[in-house]
């Protein structure tokens, strides 16, 4: 009760025009260690109902961080909620009314499941085609170049445990400089995609760095991968080359960042679930296994190094 009263609070302030304002139906979407998401009604004496989300977070920088690109991706006519209120921890914003485009992908004839590959990846080439200085006004493009590779390897020594050691020095040892800054969504994955029965998309969960346009794309190749749907990352990345006119170069030291990046944060994960349901560790546990051993193939084929196994 005590966050449906803070977030009616903030709401009346932001919204005091359409005072007195009523809660309905507010239930949790999902609920996890890095965030807790709810779905409501927002109703005035007017009979405007609004279909909202509210998305609290465990650490409130995140929240400010992830309301700023979505302010400025939406001017930037980027396909993303409407933000209503952010404040603290909290960010509210439209309830979209679609499902993950996964979903579609799953219930789709042939053709379809070309039709939305093609839609999601050019979705991220979309997105990797928007200056950054919509995120970073007045940012040197060149230097940022130049400090990406440094700054990927700085925030992995940062968050390491001594078992990442070795992964991270072959990074370091091998690194790849960056072919040009881009806004990074940081988990671009199929079911981040919302998708409507008219066809309009909505990218979800920004957790958002300047980077080379080759980590989304790793990063959402060797997810796929480990998530047993090989086919679909194979036509994505196929996709990707035909769309972009290019093909990707280096992409073996980018599923390498990548995954060590995803391993460590679901170590984290585990190390720290204190928002995480009674037994849900457990739970959260036995679904990595699969996993966590498909990411220690892939380090070991491109790298040599065997990473032991939380």
Known sequence: MAIQER????????????????????????????????????????GQNDALVLKQFSIAEKAGKEARALKALAQANYPVPRVLLAQDDLIVMERFAGSPLWTHYEQASESQREALTTLFVHLLLDLQALDVRILIPGADTGGLSE???????????????????????????????????????????PWNV???????????????????????????????????FGDFSAAALA???????????????????????????????????????????????????????????????HTGIRLAQP
Not at 10 to 35: E, K, Q
Not at 253 to 266: G, H
Not at 277 to 288: H, I, N, Q, S, W
Request: with cysteine; charged share 25%; glycine share 4%.
């Open 7 to 46: 977030l009616l609070n903030a709401l009346s302030i932001t919204f005091p025009y359409r005072a007195p304002l009523r809660i309905d139906h507010f239930a949790v979407l999902t609920s996890g260690w890095a965030n807790n998401i709810y779905a409501f009604d927002l109703i005035d004496p007017a």
């Open 147 to 189: 400090a990406i590779p440094e700054e990927e390897i700085g925030r992995l020594r940062q968050d390491s445990r001594p078992e990442f050691s070795p992964v991270i020095d072959w990074l370091d040892a091998h690194r790849v400089r960056c072919s040009r800054p881009v806004i990074s969504h940081r988990d671009y994955h």
């Open 194 to 228: 919302l998708l409507d029965a008219g066809g309009r998309a909505v990218v979800l969960d920004w957790d958002w760095e300047i980077a080379d346009p080759r980590f989304d794309l790793a990063w959402m190749l060797t997810l796929m991968q480990r998530s047993g």
């Open 239 to 301: 996709c990707y080359e035909k769309l972009s006119g290019q093909s990707v170069e280096s992409l073996a030291y980018f599923e390498v960042l990548t995954t060590t990046r995803w391993w460590m944060n679901v170590t984290r994960s585990l190390d720290s679930n204190a928002n995480l349901r009674a037994g849900a560790a457990d739970e959260f546990r036995a679904f990595l296994e699969k996993p966590i051993l498909e990411a220690s193939r892939l380090i070991a084929d």
